[in-house]
């Protein structure tokens, strides 16, 4: 993924407006969208650009809103018990420690990366990434967050964990009495955030202003000749 | 724009997974670096069917203990209980709780076994260069990439139950080997999804519209 400085680097083509599908690597143009329209491949019908009203505004202030609960979610309890006179209750890196004293060390660190570390990741680098890209001349690394976050987001795993916790809860409320712990919500407040924020945040406006790692490439573009080939 | 088109490969170009620009290798060189967000390039992912398959092997063989051993053991005084993941979802089974049961039914043993086999389909579909059907397997290569993490739920159910449930000496559930193999399953068949490029679906497409154009 970041390894690649011991290669060349490409020459861009002109046309800024062309693109391959990421499925099928039809080459294209992207047609002029309005804000709220979705330009697809028309031969595979892979999702090409969502362009949104206001995207990067409104990304950031769901994102303050992700990091706020992301914070919440991993301070207070998820689940809390009470039985036969005793109570206890586990935060998410409480469960991930918990496998981890009894042995289960990949696990746990699975558990740990996908349920707490890669969320804050993802959120964090929208976070930078999202201011960042306000300042008149938005750096380099910039786009060196944006390129890394499909990979966080891949792996974060909240609302999987979500719905585990409620199978949890089901299970464990057959002979104890589960509270559920006030985490719960802020997952599900955050899963909501993520989604929405998936749906509105439009990567193409950070990397039309983002400065190019190699700033001399920006100018010495391709011909155009297969724009042409390309119609 | 009509369906049959050009790919940036044909053209010798390559466009950013990350960042969407499309720019031209270095003559005579496979792989590059995007001049805009310093991402490596390269026209279809090195070996993509041999790692897929090689992941996939390795998943099939840890699905085998993921179902067959315990994931969680329960220690009561009167003795221990070992449960595995279809023990699990019997147990969940009631009047109440057969909707949760359904859940991780599917999640845990239909989509592993489902994803292992739709991968294994499709490998061989582009090793045998078929030009047949590729906007569904596409589709069905999305689908599978979509719904693999929630496989990920038994392992949240097993982190948190063996999280609550220490009131020693009266009741302790503890995790048990099956679940590492789980996790395996989950991961070993992620990065599958991952290594696999699904632009050679379309690649024997590509190159018959253009002989006959």
Redesign the interface.
């Known amino acids: 993924?970041g390894?690649?400085?011991g290669?060349?680097?490409?020459?861009?083509?002109a046309d800024?407006s062309?693109?391959?599908c990421?499925?099928?690597?039809?080459?294209?143009?992207l047609p002029a969208v309005a804000p709220g329209e979705t330009a697809r491949c028309?031969?595979?019908?892979?999702d090409l650009w969502h362009r949104r009203e206001d995207s990067l505004n409104r990304t950031l202030a769901l994102t303050i809103a992700a990091a706020f609960l992301c914070f919440i979610v991993n301070i207070v309890p998820?689940?809390g018990?009470s039985?036969?006179g005793?109570e206890?209750?586990?935060t998410v890196f409480?469960?991930?420690e918990?496998?981890w004293e009894?042995g289960?060390h990949?696990?746990a660190a699975?558990?740990f990366f996908?349920?707490v570390l890669a969320p804050a990741l993802q959120i964090s680098f929208l976070l930078l990434v999202l201011l960042g890209v306000r300042c008149g001349h938005p750096p380099?690394w910039v786009?060196?967050l944006?390129?890394h976050i499909?990979f966080t987001q891949?792996w974060s795993?909240l609302e999987?964990?979500l719905?585990?916790?409620?199978?949890?809860?089901?299970?464990?409320s057959e002979f104890?009495t589960?509270m559920p712990g006030h985490a719960i919500f802020a997952v599900g407040g955050l899963v909501v955030l993520l989604a929405a924020i998936q749906c509105i945040f439009d990567?193409?406006e950070v990397?039309e202003r983002?400065e190019?790692?190699?700033t001399k490439?920006?100018h010495e573009t391709?011909g155009t000749q297969?724009l042409e080939?390309?119609r | 724009?009509?369906?049959r088109?050009?790919?940036?490969?044909q053209?010798g170009?390559?466009?950013c997974?990350?960042?969407?620009?499309?720019?031209?290798?270095?003559p005579g060189?496979e792989?590059?670096?995007?001049?805009?967000?310093?991402?490596?390039?390269i026209f279809r992912k090195k070996h993509s069917l041999q790692r897929t398959m090689a992941y996939l092997i390795a998943a099939a063989v840890c699905y085998v203990p993921a179902n067959l051993l315990p994931v969680m053991t329960t220690i009561t005084v009167s003795g221990r209980e070992s449960d595995t993941i279809m023990q699990?979802v019997v147990?969940?089974w009631s009047p109440t709780?057969w909707p949760?049961s359904l859940?991780?039914l599917v999640?845990s043993i239909m989509i592993p076994s489902a994803k292992i086999a739709a991968l294994v389909y499709l490998v061989f579909s582009v090793r045998r260069g078929s030009a047949q059907t590729?906007?569904q397997r596409?589709?069905l290569?999305?689908i599978v990439r979509g719904i693999g993490?929630?496989s990920?739920?038994?392992?949240?159910?097993a982190?948190?139950?063996?999280?609550?449930?220490?009131?020693q000496p009266?009741?302790a559930v503890?995790?048990s080997p099956g679940?590492?193999f789980f996790?395996?399953v989950v991961?070993l068949t992620?990065l599958a999804v991952?290594t696999f490029d699904?632009?050679l679906?379309?690649?024997p497409v590509?190159s018959k519209e253009v002989h006959h154009v």
Not at chain 1, 8 to 13: D, E, F, M, Q, R
Not at chain 1, 42 to 46: G, K, L, M, V, W
């Open positions: 993924m390894k690649s400085y290669h060349a680097v490409n020459t861009p083509l800024a062309l693109v391959a990421p499925n099928c690597d039809l080459l294209q143009r028309p031969r595979c019908a892979t998820m689940l018990l039985a036969a005793r206890s209750s586990t409480g469960g991930a918990l496998l009894h289960m990949a696990v699975l558990v996908s349920a380099a786009g060196t944006l390129r499909p891949l795993m999987v964990m719905l585990g916790v409620l199978v949890a809860l089901t299970k464990i104890a589960v990567p193409r990397w983002v190019w790692a190699e490439a920006r391709a297969e080939a390309a | 724009m009509n369906a088109g050009v790919t940036a490969m053209l170009l390559q466009c997974e990350a960042c969407g620009l499309v720019s031209r290798p270095a060189l792989e590059g670096r995007c001049p805009r967000c310093a991402g490596h390039l699990g147990r969940l709780g949760l859940i991780v999640a590729p906007g596409v589709l290569f999305r993490r929630w990920m739920v038994d392992v949240f159910v982190t948190f139950t063996v999280a609550l449930i220490q009131l009266f009741m503890e995790p679940l590492f996790a395996a991961v992620m991952e699904p632009r679906i379309w690649d590509s």
